[in-house]
């Protein structure tokens, strides 16, 4: 008998009068059958064997063993909870602490969610003044690099596991014989840090050992910047910028908005100035000009392309245009002088409220005289002010050594002992210094870090540090505020924080880590120090430093035969460092909507007289590099100009980061000479998006307004045959106001962190299977030589009229009676009906397993509020109705009525911008009825006549927004 004709009906009636012990021996009887085992095997890979009911109950017990080791961490006693809490722990019933991830050295300050003693959700912490409540896609995706498997997780001395206490005997004897020499040849490189216990450890570090040598290794820092800085004003200072105040923003190479460790703060400023705007207070214009596409770029009232080496050339314009008296003549067409002169005009036309940033890669003279022309425009104490650096090694007089000073330290034999602590430079330094092999000439060289990754390969030991959610630290927000890095859970692995790393060296002991930095804090009272711990920061703001005037700084006109070269750090992985979590991997690139790789970056012309298309090879040569990629087409960026981006061609990322893209090493310069010509090869890109122009629709998707007539024509809802839904209770709808957004992709970070949105890597993405719940999709209007960018994130539009539920065969989606579009998980049987109804196509269809078989570890973060779905059904965004109904829960536990305000959603909660207001819409005092009732307001394919809740604000523009170089 064959498995296609065993007979299953007569099976189930022998074995439905059976019972108990009988039952399970009828059941095994039937798996036991080679035909039931081939069917098994056929629809189930290695699935067979689970029907055996002593296999699957081992399987069992092992598996619970497993989870309750891994899932259920337990809480560091010191931690203080950001609210008021329960003195015993309620299952089910979340604690919040208050904490910090450092990125860049600067701290992004969080409340961490944590459930039965687990971590699961990162969120911006509201009582901090650089956060609000926000953050970005970087710091929703900390919380997975907590859980990595990757991650190293114990000391390792030439590749192998040891102990610490081997460690510790091989540092006690480092330590001998610094005593003896003073500490010479002993040589530390860092990466970016701002935290007090880590400067007051290296300083007692330095006075014991004076001969020590210290140096930077953060491959994109504002050292340039600082030293520009300490010309200019005698002290290195770093800039602050307030774009809520800016009338008029001019950038020139920069991208405040863009991804970075200031990037949730200069997002909110520039958005409440936008929002303050379209109340009618003030203007908000912005004058962007740049060598490649950018988020600051695509929100640019006037944008135009223009090569790095023409900078000097722009700035002199601009000097001149505001009234300096310069002799050279600035080498820029026509078109490029009008972009100069109506930016000038548009910041004499605004005293106090106009800001010029720059490139921190551009050449000294150009930043010299920005800074300048800003204290001529009086942006000082209105738009901008100047603090002492936060970042430990920039001293005045006392900056830390430069990679370059190492190498030369290297290759004349002075280093008996170096030290990598929390970087790594072999992957990050210039090619040219020759880093890899001179570091064999070493006696001792260490390495600590959250990966094994190349540096570490090339050094004798290796020491794991702990990740920022179990470790504690301190570290300084951009403000200068002191943040308390607590931990949310005990030390998952055999590690050690950077702190207690350093007292290894110097006195052997096994210190804690919370103790040394309760002795940075020690002049804090207890009272004051455990508020801190529940606020996540210490309320002592970096006081504004008065400057002198700068003085005319002469511009040196540089010139760059041929195509010009940027490197730029990738939106998603930024230098590598993210390299291994698969949430950014996948998250699509703003602009580009690539995941899983890097590019090289062409115009439309550079393109085409190279004879390449998207996905096509190219080999790229720099000086001292040449590297092969894919060649990627980017409307609007500078004819002569190649884009490269870092983070990739990585060798020891992890499993998931491994072997992705090219390798590409960052500069120092703003640009260097370049030449690129077609490999002849090509490969698969994983696109989320394949169509970027949008056509000139009579209604577009992406509604635009000027700002003289703010209001849209009023929309005619069709008439629908169906009759009305008799709705009862709350009625929950969402607004997205496009003039805000700015394609960040936070919200796409923060709806997979808490929808438990599986992962399903390059070639699923490529064949169209991506499982993201919300996407923001981006368009090009216009020339592909000087595009304007749009963008416009859509999740479920929780149609009143919905086609997926009069389509669904099963009543597997339905309405339910508050307004929400609902998926019963059950009743799917995957027919795909729904999704080919969707017009919005805003449904994803779980084609494979991609949770089953994740590590223990990435199990444990998933949020147990919400299912993780096994293949075969549809998701979809769900307004997070976990949080709609534990807010009612809440209330009605405790005798309140349902407090509708209180539900924020997680796209909501992280947005940098604040674009998205959701709510009750039959309260006509909530902020999204509000919104809907503002003229700017509509519906996405309205004359179809779903009805959709989620809707939008039309974008607010003022003119051309874009032009060619």
Known sequence: ????????????????????????????????????QALIEAEFPGAAPLLDRRHFLQLM????????????????????????QATQLTPGVASWYATAIPFCGIAQPVLGKTLAGRPIKLEGNPQHPMSGGACDAFTQAA????????????????????????????????????????????????????????????????????????????????????????????????????????????????????????????????????????????????????????????AATRRLAIAPSRLPDLVLALSRALGDNVADQPRLSARQLDWVDEAASALKAHPGRGLICVSKQAAEDVQAQVMRLN???????????????????????????????????????????????????????APDLGLEGLLQKVPFRLHAGLYYDESAAHCHWHLPLNHALDGWSDTRAADGSACIVQPLIEPMYSTRTLHQIIELLLTSADSDALDQVRITWSHVPQS???????????????????????????????????LEAVVRPDPCVWDGRFANLGWLQELPKPISTLTWSNVVGLSPRLAEQVGVRNGDGVEVALPGQ?????????????????????????????????????????????????????????????????HHQLPDYEAPPIRVVQREAPQLPAQQIPASLYSSVVDSGPQWGMVIDLDLCTGCNACVTACQAENNIAVVGAEQVANGRNMHWLRIDHYYQGSLDAPRSRFQPLPCMHCEQAPCETGCPVNATVHSRDGLNQMVYNRCIGTRTCASYCPYKVRRFNWLDWSADAAPSIQAQRNPEVTVRARGVMEKCTYCVQRISAARIEDKQQGFDFDTTKVVTACQQTCPSQAIRFGDIADPASAVSHARKDPRHYRLLEALGTRPRTTYLARIEEGESSDEA
Request: glycine letters at 10%.
């Open 375 to 429: 204290q001529r425009l009086g942006a000082h104490g209105q738009t901008l002010d100047w603090q002492t650096p936060t970042l430990l090694g920039y001293e005045r007089g006392q900056f830390w050594a430069s990679l370059e000073q190492l190498s030369q330290q290297l290759a004349g034999g002075n280093v008996s002992q170096l030290w990598l602590l929390d970087c790594n430079p072999l992957h990050t330094s």
């Open 626 to 690: 040449l590297l092969r990629g894919a060649a990627w087409i980017e409307p609007g960026q500078a004819d002569q100009v190649i884009a490269l981006y870092t983070g990739y061609g990585r060798s020891h990322a992890g499993r998931v980061g491994n072997g992705l893209g090219y390798a590409v090493r960052p500069i120092q310069s703003s640009s260097v000479s370049a030449s690129v010509r077609s490999s002849g090869e090509h490969h698969t890109l994983a696109v989320t998006q394949t």
């Open 528 to 562: 004051q120090w455990r508020q801190a711990l529940a606020d996540g920061w210490i309320e002592a703001s970096a006081p504004a430093v008065d400057v002198p005037e700068a003085a005319t700084w002469v511009l040196n006109l540089i010139d760059i035969d041929g």
């Open 61 to 84: 017990a092992a598996s619970l063993a497993m989870a309750g080791l891994v899932a259920c961490g337990k809480t560091p006693e010191q931690a203080v909870p950001a609210i008021r």
């Open 143 to 298: 919380i997975l690099q907590l859980y990595d498997p990757d991650r190293s997780q114990a000391p390792r001395f030439k590749g192998r596991e040891t102990s610490w206490d081997e460690v510790r005997g091989a540092l006690a004897r480092q330590r001998l014989t610094l005593d003896t020499t003073r500490g010479k040849g002993l040589h530390i490189v860092c990466g970016a840090s701002s935290s007090p216990t880590l400067g007051r450890q290296l300083e007692a570090l330095r006075r014991r050992w004076p001969e020590a040598q210290l140096y930077h290794a953060e491959p994109f820092a504002e050292t340039q910047a600082l030293r520009v800085s300490e010309r200019v004003f005698g002290q290195p200072l770093n800039a602050r910028r307030y774009l809520e105040n800016a009338e008029v923003l001019v950038c020139l190479e920069d991208d405040p908005l863009g991804s970075g460790p200031r990037q949730t703060l200069l997002q909110r400023g520039w958005a409440e100035r936008r929002r303050q705007a379209a109340q009618g207070q003030g203007a908000a214009l912005s004058f962007v000009a740049e060598s490649i596409p950018t988020l600051t770029g695509a």
């Open 1 to 36: 008998m064959s498995a296609s004709s065993l007979d299953f009906a007569a099976w189930r009636e022998q074995l439905a009068g059976l019972k108990g012990s009988a039952y399970w021996r009828g059941l095994e009887a039937l798996a036991a059958t080679p035909e039931a």
